[in-house]
T-cell receptor, first 112, second 113 residues
Framework: GDSVTQMEGPVTLSEEAFLTINCTYT??????LFWYVQYPGEGLQLLLK?????DKGSNKGFEATYRKETTSFHLEKGSVQVSDSAVYFC???????????FGKGTRLSVIA | EAQVTQNPRYLITVTGKKLTVTCSQN?????MSWYRQDPGLGLRQIYY???????DKGDVPEGYKVSRKEKRNFPLILESPSPNQTSLYFC????????????FGSGTRLTVV
């Protein structure tokens, strides 16, 4: 079945550091790929998405590119801020009325 | 405003006392789902529904019930709660379209003592 593997956290970075959170997936078809963010005490919010190979999703300075050849969708940000501290979830959704499949989440802490 | 509304946000209850967590969406979404979130285990799907009167088990359905009598509502029922159901619960909805992600509610933190 479909699955998503994220790098384990927690990840701790200094403000203005470069962020990469790795995400790889296994799917039988051509899924859509998503990154969600969960700030402390809140629900999950859609951060960005990509629906086909080589698409780049971007939002709030975060980017991720759909790489079919490596089955990856790594999340990057050039300069993180303290306000980016949150848990980040990678997810995929395959065709055919299927549910979202989530990775286990990666906790990011950014220190000033 | 398009949203998924869960109630209550916080609930403390005793073992065995039936409870219902409500979930409502105003986006006319066909798909609705319940998740629980536990430290180290990520999000685990409890039940989902593709449309009215259609529900299916997720990964961890034991001890839970759901119903989908109307498109907008998808309540989660714990008939006899136990301490291992202490968790953070999220409801989510979406269209059936693959390229659309979920909209999540704000969560319900349940404690069973």
């Amino acid at each position: 079945g479909d699955s998503v593997t994220q790098m384990e956290g927690p990840v701790t970075l200094s403000e203005e550091a470069f962020l990469t959170i790795n995400c790889t997936y296994t799917a039988t078809g051509y899924p859509s790929l998503f990154w969600y963010v969960q700030y402390p005490g809140e629900g999950l919010q859609l951060l960005l998405k990509a629906t086909k190979a080589d698409d780049k999703g971007s939002n709030k300075g975060f980017e991720a590119t759909y790489r079919k050849e490596t089955t990856s969708f790594h999340l990057e940000k050039g300069s993180v801020q303290v306000s980016d501290s949150a848990v980040y979830f990678c997810a995929l959704r395959s065709p055919g009325n299927t549910p979202l499949v989530f990775g286990k989440g990666t906790r990011l802490s950014v220190i000033a | 405003e398009a949203q998924v509304t869960q109630n209550p946000r916080y609930l403390i209850t005793v073992t065995g006392k039936k409870l219902t967590v409500t979930c409502s969406q105003n986006m006319n979404h066909e798909y609705m789902s319940w998740y629980r979130q536990d430290p180290g285990l990520g999000l685990r799907q409890i039940y989902y529904s593709m449309n009215v009167e259609v529900t299916d088990k997720g990964d961890v359905p034991e001890g839970y019930k759901v119903s989908r009598k109307e498109k907008r509502n998808f309540p989660l029922i714990l008939e006899s709660p136990s301490p291992n159901q202490t968790s953070l619960y999220f409801c989510a909805s979406s269209p059936l379209e693959q390229t659309i992600g979920y909209t999540f509610g704000s969560g319900t933190r349940l404690t069973v003592v």
